[in-house]
């Protein structure tokens, strides 16, 4: 018998309004959504750019830049 995908995958709305992200606005929300919808290619263009900014981010506050 062929297993299930060991990945779960939950509905996106589900996992922001759990916990900490329960307080996202309601653009961001739907910039994400859209981002879903996307074709992988370009997600993951969108996703690397979005990255490199919170890397930077998180860099000059270690730092205090």
Do not use: C, H
């Not at 995908?5 to 653009?27: H, N, T």
């Not at 993951?44 to 998180?58: H, P, Q």
Request: proline share 5%; charged share 35%.
């Amino acid at each position: 018998m062929p297993l299930l995908s060991s990945r779960i995958i939950f509905p996106f709305d589900y996992l922001v309004k759990e916990g900490e992200y329960e307080q996202i606005d309601k653009a961001t929300l739907k910039r994400l959504k859209d981002i879903e919808r996307l074709d992988p290619n370009t997600k993951t263009k969108i996703f690397d750019i979005i990255d490199t900014y919170l890397r930077d981010f998180k860099t000059r506050q270690a730092y205090g830049a």
